[in-house]
């Protein structure tokens, strides 16, 4: 136990801290020891999917060689079912699975930040409604719902994106209120109002920079949901098959009969791929939100 | 040559490992209960006295460490060379506690009963209706209602609460009890029955007690001696009589007159300026000259060691120990 | 503690919840494109007799209110509930493929719920009791690594070591294709068993991460609490105080994830029956879905929410039952 120590609990605001900025930030994260690490790895996988068309060997749709090749020089992950590069198709998997993780992560903060503040913000009747809804998306059992609305709109990329944002945004609209209402009823607040500050204005510029820090740590966990749960909606076929992601790649070894013929690069390539990029972006995000609150930092 | 201490705490060292470095809260602390004594241990917050109460248990934790000092219990028990299994079965027995903010110090969702019944069972083997019995003798000693064991903590008013704890402590008949702060979670009415209660108790059972606190009021009326620390040592140790009556250390004095503001109507309030002294950067010198208003030029150069002066008084400053 | 009070009105809240999830099910599928009269006699050939049947059963050529009404007859005040034929399995109604398919399901889910409860806890308590230590690091990081995996590749990399490789374990179906077994005797249990322990074991690993990482962040919040101090002052064991005060307290608010979670582990076991082909009812929805099959649709879905409330429901009071500070 330890001695009664004057804690530094910050009783202000937390103004948009400027002069630290992203780039001391970023310093930091990078001393970090995991943050390092998932910084590395991210970069690479982006860097694979920025430079795709000039790293993958072939075109991931044409046959180019006898189906269910064991890996070779030729092909270092073998062929699928019909002759077709593995390499490749994990190669180009990787910007649609990064690209679909990013662009649903975005709208996922966009979506819950808004309806969290406002929710908390307004309060009252508008609150509950709010919540209602929140509440009963996210007790409904997503993954079914997804593939129901999945199959109904038909397989793109576009429409994968659609659905896990419609499914995402809830938890982080949760936590949005929770913070934004710990922080509504501080003083500084009351003062924004009573000298005449709009009600947007006050969330924007006053209560959004403090809930920022929560919403990118969880904002960076969302980005690993929306990559696992477009792995499981490819799996299960309801991916674009000419827009194949990592998840696809796997609904192919699944139906092509991986397991029959020996498939072990094919079915580990794009499951490693996705668990490296999970735990490096689960990395950043530790590295964040230890950064971020240095009172969770132990002695 | 009369019976040894009850506890002889000498030179004891207790320090903190935070980031901006090693907090000493207990920097070279000694002394000394007899048995029978209620002993006061009075200071501002973070002097050091809580962490001085848990050192005498053994219940410092990292990032805290005790790094040096001797604690000799009755005269023949080093407490800090004792083994896991001996510290285990010395704790609660001769020594008991109650704790800073008793409300917290029970287990929300397990009854009152058993957890006093637990602090025996940890020591030694009893057939459950002589458990029972037991506990309902604790709870009717403190003033409570036996039938109140198989109720929940969260069901107690904050006195009661404050009862139960003080029956645990005494579960065993321990032959010493540090109260760390008992009474400051309280309303007024009910500080005075606690502190009722725990002077009754001690006479009963003749129990030794160190009574940590920062209300000298309360100390005045029930201790034998009291001790005064500040910044992690001693300043002064006297009789309370003597303390109250005549304050040697200029730090017990600036304590005892800021007590009179409120006590005299229509005299000024007042308190000694200044701050306590950040424990992970002591100054040299004596650690409250910046606040003492006799400093003279051998306060800024050697920390004063407690001396004693006259009969069971010991002070730590260089204008008395000339 | 619970009161009487606190039991119907929960109770009466998952019935509501119930009754606007059975009327949602019937209002989806008409707002999506595709009714369902279209799919009808053509696409399935449906044998004439049949068709007639349904669509006097079911009003599907009369106005919506009347076939709302039937369906509420039909599916609530019936039992068993009467979804119909289903149309890509006819003559099988809905409903016995949904009683065949069940109770694999609730094996599936019911022993890996359990499982990763067990796991999850006893894991998260190991982990905060030696933090710091190789173990515990251990521990999280595999935790860690399992929250970022898709778990229906954990499935499939079991199945390549232990079906493929190995050799040891069976990766497809519910019971060996071809044996016939009367009744529950030993060996259709044995084959049972032995058919489950692969798609039981990939439910637990993809389950049991956040458990744990949950479990050990109450556990080191309880620890730090006053009252296990307390616990060691009084000299009680080390075992006990981590058990007897620190799990005890530290796990309830692992029961709410629980609840919580009832969703994603049904959404789980859909992803495990399909790698597996195990013949639960989250198979059954897949195949149903993809294959635009309504009726089966319907009742998929019905059975679900049936399962979700109810359990939500049960694991709601049963919290109750465990934390005495919480009074209704």
């Not at chain 2, 725990?198 to 309360?218: E, G, K, P, Y």
């Amino acid at each position: 136990m330890m001695a009664k120590m004057p804690s530094d609990t910050t009783k202000g605001p937390v103004k948009p801290k400027r002069e630290f900025g992203v780039t001391a930030f970023s310093i930091d994260v990078w001393n970090h020891k995991r943050g390092r690490v998932g910084v590395i790895i991210v970069s690479f996988f982006l860097a694979v999917a920025l430079l795709a068309p000039w790293l993958a060997p072939y075109n991931p749709y044409s046959f180019v060689a006898r189906p269910y090749l064991q890996p070779t020089i030729q092909h270092l992950l073998g062929t699928d079912g019909i002759g077709r590069d593995l390499l490749s198709q994990v190669i180009w998997g990787t910007r649609i699975s990064l690209m679909i993780g990013f662009v649903v992560a975005i709208s996922v903060i966009i979506i819950g930040s808004a309806v969290g503040l406002a929710a908390a913000y307004y309060g009252g009747p508008m609150d509950e409604l709010l919540m209602r809804f929140t509440d009963e998306l996210m007790v409904l059992p997503s993954l079914p719902l997804m593939i129901w609305m999945a199959t109904m709109l038909g397989q793109s990329m576009w429409n994968t994106i659609i659905v896990l944002a419609v499914f995402g945004w809830p938890s982080m609209a949760r936590m949005v209120r929770s913070e934004t209402l710990s922080i509504k009823n501080r003083p500084f607040v009351d003062a924004a109002r009573v000298s005449g500050a709009s009600d947007v204005s006050i969330m924007t510029q006053i209560i959004l920079p403090n809930v920022a820090p929560l919403i990118v740590a969880n904002g960076i966990l969302s980005i690993i949901s929306a990559i696992l749960g477009e792995a499981s909606l490819s799996f299960l076929g309801l991916g674009d098959p000419f827009n194949m992601s990592w998840g696809t790649v796997l609904y192919f070894a699944q139906i092509e009969g991986a397991f029959y013929n020996n498939g072990w690069a094919w079915i580990l390539a794009p499951g490693l791929s996705i668990a490296a990029v999970g735990l490096a972006i689960t990395f950043v995000g530790t590295a964040i939100t230890d950064i971020a609150n240095p009172r969770l930092r132990s002695a | 040559m009369s019976a040894p201490p009850i506890v002889n705490v000498s030179g004891l060292r207790v320090s903190f490992w935070a980031r901006r470095g090693e907090v000493k809260a207990v920097d070279d602390v000694s002394l000394q209960v007899k048995k029978g004594e209620i002993m006061g241990l009075a200071g501002e917050s973070g002097c050091g006295k809580s962490t001085t109460g848990l050192a005498i248990m053994r219940l410092i934790k990292p990032p805290g460490e005790i790094k040096d000092g001797r604690i000799v219990f009755d005269g023949n028990i080093d407490v800090l060379s004792l083994g896991d299994e001996e510290l285990r079965s010395f704790r609660w027995r001769k020594v008991s506690m109650v704790f800073q903010g008793a409300m917290n110090s029970l287990n929300p969702v397990m009854t009152v009963g058993s957890q006093i019944a637990e602090a025996i069972s940890a020591h030694e083997s009893a057939r459950e209706e002589d458990m029972e019995e037991r506990v309902a003798k604790l709870l009717e000693q403190v003033g409570m209602d036996a039938s109140r064991a198989k109720d929940y903590p969260h069901e107690f008013s904050g006195g009661m609460r404050q009862r139960a704890v003080i029956a645990m402590a005494l579960a065993l008949n321990p032959e010493l009890l540090i109260a760390d702060e008992p009474t400051t979670a309280l309303d007024v009415v009910v500080q005075r029955q606690i502190l009722d209660l725990m002077i009754d108790m001690q006479r009963r059972l003749n129990l030794s007690m160190i009574f940590i606190t920062h209300d000298l009021v309360a100390l005045s009326e029930f201790s034998d001696k009291v001790s005064i620390m500040y910044a992690g040592r001693i300043a002064e140790v006297a009789p309370t009589s003597d303390l109250y009556g005549s304050p040697l250390h200029p730090y017990t004095q600036g304590l005892l007159e800021s007590l009179q503001g409120i006590a005299t109507p229509g005299k000024k309030l007042w308190s000694i300026p200044g701050a306590p002294p950040d424990l992970a950067a002591i100054p040299k010198g004596c650690r409250f000259r910046p606040r003492c208003r006799y400093a003279f030029d051998r306060c800024a150069a050697e920390e004063p060691e407690l001396l004693p002066v006259k009969d069971g008084r010991s002070v730590a400053c260089h204008l008395v120990n000339k | 503690m619970i009161t009487a009070r606190y039991l119907v009105s929960r109770t009466f809240n998952a019935l509501v919840t119930f009754v606007i999830a059975v009327v949602l099910i019937f209002i989806i599928p008409r707002l999506m494109p595709g009714s369902p009269t279209d799919q009808f006699a053509s696409q399935y050939r449906l044998p004439g007799p049949v068709v007639a049947e349904l669509k006097a059963k079911f009003g599907l050529d009369q106005p919506i209110e009347t076939q709302f009404v039937l369906y509420i007859k039909n599916v609530l005040l019936t039992f068993p509930p009467d979804f119909g034929v289903s149309y890509n399995f006819n003559p099988a109604t809905v409903w016995s493929l949904l009683v065949y398919a069940l109770p694999w399901t609730i094996f599936l889910l019911g022993t890996s719920s359990i499982l990763t409860a067990i796991l999850g806890v006893v894991l998260g308590m190991i982990s905060a009791w030696y933090r710091g230590s190789k173990l515990e690091a251990f521990i999280s990081s595999s935790s860690m690594l399992m929250l970022s995996v898709p778990f229906f590749w954990v499935a499939m990399i079991l199945v390549l070591i232990f079906g493929v490789f190995l050799r040891w374990l069976p990766f497809s179906g519910a019971v060996s294709p071809s044996a016939v077994y009367r009744g529950f005797s030993i060996p259709f249990l044995l084959d049972v068993l032995y058919h489950g322990i692969l798609p039981v074991l990939t439910l637990t690993i993809g389950s049991f991460a956040s458990y744990t990482l949950i479990m050990k962040d109450n556990m080191v919040a309880t620890l730090g609490e006053d009252y296990i101090l307390t616990a060691e002052a009084k000299g009680v064991k080390k075992e006990d105080i981590m058990v007897k005060h620190a799990a005890r307290n530290a796990v309830l608010p692992v029961m709410t994830l629980f609840v919580l979670r009832v969703g994603f582990m049904v959404g789980g076991s859909i992803l495990t029956e399909t790698v597996f082909s195990y013949p639960g009812i989250g198979l059954l929805l897949y195949g149903a879905v993809t294959g635009l099959d309504y009726p089966l649709i319907q009742g998929a879905f019905f059975v679900l929410a049936f399962t979700v409330i109810l359990s939500t429901l049960v694991a709601d009071i049963l919290y109750t039952i465990l934390d005495p500070r919480i009074r209704y």
